[in-house]
């Protein structure tokens, strides 16, 4: 009952950004495939094609032997393909069994058999073992059980293939256990499983093979039993990990003063009385789990979220600042981890994206557009932003010279401390080495960087410490020259 | 292991292709404008007068000043409904107080000058006010000016005691030059039109804050974390179109000398068209103010012309007026 996969010669484009390159590859059914590769690497385009969400450019892909061409995720699901996507597709507002039978209902008479629909939501939630009465409301769902309320929806169609893109990433230790062993399930009855996930112990636990993607092409592919996850990493880097991080300098000791010092700041809801500082040419590093309160507490300290603090200082000097606009004013601001939702204007030109966090200094009181430009030729330059017109769209830049547009956009007031939220996300390993460089000749330069990343590797390599938060409280700081994965990850879940 | 890719130089940008497409874009309706002026011409010879075209613009600079103000607005990604009731209220306040000091002794023209200012006085209050309940209030701007439509004519209405307000004569007198004089013979409202248009589009194009307007209206969350003091601009915004009705009551007054519950009614509607129709999209971003001048003018154009040549029933003009702004609308919906 499960299906076979093959990918042949498939390519993906959006506008001039080529995100698949000749991909090749066969699954056989009944398997459980871990896919691999940094974000950015292809994996969930790869996915979406399969599932039906995206059309390739070119390409073919067969499925049993047979080319196939979805024209939308319907119709991959009536072939048995379904992709839990990483952001829930669930309404909130409807139930859990009319949102297992949302496009799907079932009609006695023409009217909805709501009746029908219960008993046998029942007994998908029975199956993946969800005790939550299918009449309720996907809002008061906590999120564990949303994802389990999605595995009911895919069992609802009769999933062949699932396709479960970082199942695990807002999970406990609990949750994972009991999804783990829900895959085995499936599996068990013939379901061919596709596993995205940057956690490679995971991956190594539950995954019959491996497959690597990096920059959009097909890597390598191995039995999980055969290779070891330092192998997996290398793989997916592309290179040995110690390239790709600058050496670390030395914090120059003599300073008077912490760049940046915050005592008990609190954010109602997320954070709990978190007190650090950051001394001038350091690195921070902020590791944590999803939720545990990263991103809320610099949104608090910049004035975007209600916040109660003793005391914030900027070179011994005490702070009072509202709201962005007061921090940049003194010398700190914030590259959001939402480029596109918080990062950068889309449709507005590289030339007001740029200048906009710095806008007073062009204009007198006029704007001068001649200034923003030559600002501009100067920030492609030295940023190294690829692109064939300075005329174009943000929109129309590939992920990483976004992100370099970002950067350079938040740089643009020449702040004393800058604030960094997933600086390398959705960023080609090229471009990740070059902002990682970048990083640190800011540091070099006197300025406090604090670097929120997901990435343990990125904290491990870049950072000279690294703060660890859990459940909104800042649980230690620790030296990054001896720090291991495992060490962080301990502290994270709060397993050590 | 595989080499690491080095070609990660980009073809060049697509966006040199699209540039005389998105040029002609903005140049549409100008050329609906141009289109219909000639239509004109043929069909009726008074059209293409001098006195004519005057005609046209003076009643367009009512609609035209409030719709600079509303250019704003809309860009910044907001709404006002509010604005003809608004405009009804300042014309009968207006009128009151003007009375007032004429009685209590003022000289007409000193009467008249602090009856103007106080028409600009009583639109920027009422901006701040929307600006201030859709800011700090964070309500919808669509159901604040809904409010406040209701409120200002039920005013006015309250204030007329459910007739008319007319200005005393020899007030009227002093008045009437600013809506009836004319300078170059061009009349006056004409040339407020010409310098609001004006001073709109250098403030919009050629200043941080205009800048700051479209970036909100493109992204607010974006602008937000990029340190621009959104709910100023907000707030700026509600207030510059307060002054700018204002303004446009202020011109409007002096034609007929009285303001009645039937003042300004449905104004919100043509300048809110007139926007739409000069190529800025309704949620806001991006948008243009010499769009907007051309779209309110041609807005009154279609009017004119349908009064002047018999090709529709004049019960049908603001049919045919709706017919234009879901075209243009049509035109315009692959633009993002």
């Given at each position: 009952?499960?299906?076979?996969?093959?990918?042949?010669?498939?390519?993906?484009?959006?506008?001039?950004?080529?995100?698949?390159?000749?991909?090749?590859l066969?699954?056989?059914?009944?398997?459980v495939?871990?896919?691999?590769?940094?974000?950015?690497a292809?994996?969930s385009?790869?996915?979406?094609?399969?599932?039906?969400?995206?059309?390739?450019?070119?390409?073919?892909?067969?499925i049993?032997?047979?080319?196939?061409?979805?024209q939308?995720p319907?119709?991959?699901?009536?072939?048995?393909?379904?992709?839990?996507?990483?952001?829930f597709?669930?309404?909130?507002?409807?139930?859990?069994?009319?949102?297992?039978?949302?496009?799907?209902?079932v009609?006695?008479?023409?009217?909805?058999d709501?009746?029908?629909?219960?008993?046998?939501?029942?007994e998908?939630?029975?199956?993946?073992?969800?005790?939550?009465?299918?009449d309720?409301?996907?809002?008061?769902?906590?999120?564990?059980?949303k994802?389990?309320?999605?595995?009911a929806?895919?069992?609802?169609?009769?999933?062949?293939?699932?396709?479960?893109?970082?199942?695990?990433?807002?999970?406990?230790?609990?949750?994972?256990?009991?999804?783990?062993?829900?895959?085995?399930?499936?599996?068990?009855?013939?379901?061919?499983?596709?596993?995205?996930?940057?956690r490679?112990?995971?991956?190594?636990?539950?995954?019959?093979?491996?497959?690597?993607?990096?920059?959009?092409?097909?890597?390598?592919?191995?039995?999980?039993?055969?290779?070891?996850?330092?192998?997996?990493?290398?793989?997916m880097?592309?290179?040995?990990?110690?390239?790709?991080?600058?050496?670390?300098?030395?914090?120059?000791?003599?300073?008077?003063?912490?760049?940046?010092?915050?005592?008990?700041?609190s954010?109602?809801?997320?954070?709990?009385?978190?007190s650090?500082?950051?001394?001038?040419?350091?690195?921070?590093?902020?590791?944590?789990l999803?939720?545990?309160?990263?991103?809320?507490?610099?949104?608090?300290l910049?004035?975007?979220?209600?916040h109660q603090?003793?005391?914030?200082?900027l070179?011994?000097?005490?702070?009072?600042?509202?709201?962005?606009?007061?921090?940049a004013?003194?010398?700190?601001?914030?590259?959001?981890e939402?480029?596109?939702?918080?990062?950068?204007?889309?449709d507005f030109?590289l030339?007001?994206?740029?200048?906009?966090?710095a806008?007073?200094r062009?204009?007198?009181?006029?704007?001068?557009?001649e200034?923003?430009?030559?600002?501009?030729?100067t920030?492609?330059?030295s940023?190294?932003i690829?692109?064939?017109?300075?005329?174009?769209r943000?929109?129309a830049?590939?992920?990483?010279?976004?992100?370099?547009?970002?950067?350079?956009?938040?740089?643009h007031?020449d702040?004393?401390?800058?604030?960094?939220?997933?600086?390398?996300?959705?960023?080609?390993?090229?471009?990740?080495?070059?902002?990682?460089?970048?990083?640190?000749?800011?540091?070099?330069?006197g300025?406090?960087?604090?670097?929120?990343?997901?990435?343990?590797?990125?904290?491990?390599?870049?950072?000279?410490?690294?703060?660890?938060m859990?459940?909104?409280?800042l649980?230690?700081?620790?030296?990054?020259?001896?720090?291991?994965?495992?060490?962080?990850i301990?502290?994270a879940?709060?397993?050590? | 292991?595989?080499?690491?890719?080095?070609?990660?130089?980009?073809?060049?940008?697509?966006?040199?292709?699209?540039?005389?497409?998105?040029?002609?874009?903005?140049?549409?309706?100008?050329?609906?404008?141009?289109i219909?002026?000639t239509?004109?011409?043929?069909?009726?010879?008074?059209?293409?007068?001098?006195?004519?075209?005057m005609?046209?613009?003076?009643?367009?600079?009512?609609?035209?000043?409030?719709?600079?103000?509303?250019?704003f607005?809309?860009?910044?990604g907001?709404?006002?409904?509010?604005?003809?009731?608004?405009?009804?209220?300042?014309?009968?306040?207006?009128?009151?107080?003007?009375?007032?000091?004429?009685?209590?002794?003022?000289?007409?023209v000193?009467?008249?000058?602090?009856?103007?200012?106080?028409?600009?006085l009583?639109?920027?209050?009422?901006?701040?006010?929307?600006?201030?309940?859709?800011t700090?209030?964070?309500?919808?701007?669509f159901?604040?000016?809904?409010?406040?439509?209701?409120?200002?004519?039920?005013?006015?209405?309250?204030?007329?005691?459910?007739?008319?307000?007319?200005?005393?004569?020899?007030?009227?007198?002093?008045?009437?030059?600013?809506?009836?004089?004319?300078?170059?013979?061009?009349?006056?409202?004409?040339?407020?039109?010409?310098?609001?248009?004006?001073?709109?589009?250098?403030?919009l194009?050629?200043?941080?804050y205009?800048?700051?307007?479209?970036?909100?209206?493109?992204?607010?969350?974006?602008?937000?974390?990029?340190?621009v003091?959104?709910?100023r601009?907000?707030?700026?915004?509600?207030?510059?179109?307060?002054?700018c009705?204002?303004?446009?009551?202020?011109?409007?007054?002096?034609?007929?000398?009285?303001a009645s519950?039937?003042?300004?009614?449905?104004?919100?509607?043509?300048?809110?068209?007139?926007v739409?129709?000069?190529g800025?999209?309704?949620?806001?971003?991006?948008?243009?103010?010499?769009?907007?001048?051309?779209?309110?003018?041609?807005?009154?154009v279609?009017?004119?012309?349908?009064?002047?040549?018999?090709?529709?029933?004049?019960?049908?003009?603001?049919a045919?007026q709706?017919?234009?702004?879901i075209?243009?609308?049509?035109l315009?919906?692959?633009?993002?």
């Open positions: 009952m499960s299906i076979a996969v093959e990918f042949s010669n498939i390519t993906k484009a959006f506008g001039p950004v080529r995100v698949l390159r000749e991909v090749n066969a699954l056989v059914r009944g398997r495939y871990g896919l691999l590769g940094e974000n950015g292809g994996k385009t790869l996915m979406k094609i399969l599932a039906g969400y995206e059309v390739p450019s070119s390409g073919e892909l067969r049993d032997g047979h080319t196939t061409s979805f939308g319907r119709q991959a699901e009536a072939a048995g393909i379904v992709m839990i996507h990483q952001e597709n669930l309404a909130e507002d409807l139930t859990i069994a009319q949102n297992i039978f949302l496009g799907h209902e009609r006695r008479h023409g009217l909805l709501d009746q029908a629909m219960r008993a046998k939501t029942a998908l939630l029975k199956q993946v073992g969800l005790a939550a009465p299918p309720i409301k996907i809002r008061h769902l906590i999120v564990a059980e994802q389990l309320v999605e595995i929806k895919a069992l609802a169609r009769q999933a062949r293939l699932l396709v479960m893109d970082e199942p695990t990433a807002t999970l406990t230790p609990g949750e994972t256990e009991r999804l783990f062993k829900l895959i085995g399930q499936l599996n068990a009855q013939g379901v061919t499983i596709i596993y995205i996930s940057h490679l112990d995971e991956v190594e636990r539950i995954t019959h093979e491996i497959v690597v993607m990096r920059d959009g092409r097909f890597v390598a592919r191995e039995e999980t039993r055969h290779i070891s996850r330092r192998h997996m990493a290398n793989l880097v592309g290179r040995e990990l110690s390239d790709l991080f600058p050496p670390k300098q030395l914090v120059a000791l003599g300073a008077k003063h912490p760049v940046l010092r915050v005592e008990k700041l954010v109602r809801g997320w954070v709990t009385e978190a650090f500082e950051v001394r001038p040419g350091e690195i921070l590093g902020f590791a944590g999803v939720g545990a309160g990263r991103t809320e507490l610099f949104e608090g910049l004035g975007l979220r209600e603090a003793e005391r914030v200082e070179d011994g000097h005490p702070m009072h600042w509202q709201s962005p606009r007061g921090a004013d003194e010398g700190l601001t914030y590259l959001s939402d480029r596109k939702g918080k990062g950068l204007h889309m030109g030339r007001e994206n740029l200048t906009l966090m806008l007073k062009y204009a007198s009181p006029w704007l001068r557009p200034a923003e430009a030559s600002a501009l030729r920030a492609v330059q940023f190294g690829r692109t064939g017109s300075l005329h174009i943000a929109s830049l590939s992920g990483g010279n976004q992100q370099k547009l970002a950067l350079a956009k938040v740089l007031p702040p004393r401390v800058l604030i960094l939220d997933e600086p390398t996300r959705g960023v080609d390993v090229g471009a990740k080495r070059d902002i990682y460089f970048l990083i640190q000749k800011l540091a070099g330069e300025r406090g960087i604090v670097v929120i990343s997901s990435e343990l590797i990125e904290l491990i390599g870049l950072c000279h410490r690294v703060a660890v859990r459940a909104g409280r649980q230690t700081i620790l030296d990054a020259s001896h720090l291991t994965e495992e060490e962080l301990a502290h879940t709060g397993t050590n | 292991m595989p080499p690491e890719p080095t070609e990660n130089v980009r073809p060049p940008s697509a966006g040199g292709n699209a540039a005389p497409w998105r040029r002609l874009h903005g140049a549409g309706p100008i050329l609906g404008l141009v219909l002026c239509l004109g011409t043929l069909l009726n010879h008074d059209f293409a007068t001098f006195d004519n075209a005609n046209v613009l003076t009643r367009t600079a009512f609609i035209g000043i409030i719709a600079v103000g509303m250019c607005v809309i860009i910044s907001g709404i006002d409904l509010s604005v003809g009731s608004m405009a009804a209220l300042i014309a009968g306040c207006v009128i009151l107080l003007m009375n007032k000091l004429g009685n209590v002794g003022f000289s007409p000193a009467a008249v000058g602090l009856g103007m200012l106080c028409a600009l009583i639109g920027g209050s009422c901006g701040f006010l929307h600006g201030l309940c859709i700090k209030g964070q309500i919808e701007p159901i604040v000016t809904l409010g406040t439509l209701g409120i200002y004519r039920a005013y006015l209405t309250y204030f007329a005691d459910g007739g008319a307000l007319t200005l005393d004569n020899t007030l009227s007198d002093t008045y009437s030059p600013v809506y009836y004089a004319s300078l170059l013979h061009i009349p006056f409202p004409v040339w407020v039109f010409i310098a609001v248009a004006a001073v709109g589009g250098v403030i194009n050629r200043t941080a205009g800048r700051y307007v479209q970036a909100i209206g493109s992204n607010e969350q974006v602008a937000r974390y990029a340190a003091n959104v709910d601009v907000k707030v700026l915004t509600y207030v510059l179109l307060g002054v009705v204002g303004i446009a009551t202020l011109l409007y007054v002096p034609r007929l000398g009285s519950p039937t003042t300004g009614l449905l104004w919100e509607l043509e300048a809110i068209a007139s739409i129709v000069g800025t999209v309704l949620r806001g971003g991006a948008g243009s103010i010499t769009g907007t001048v051309v779209g309110a003018i041609l807005l009154s279609i009017g004119n012309l349908l009064n002047l040549t018999n090709l529709t029933s004049v019960y049908l003009n603001a045919v709706g017919f234009v702004i075209i243009v609308a049509f315009q919906r692959r633009r993002r």
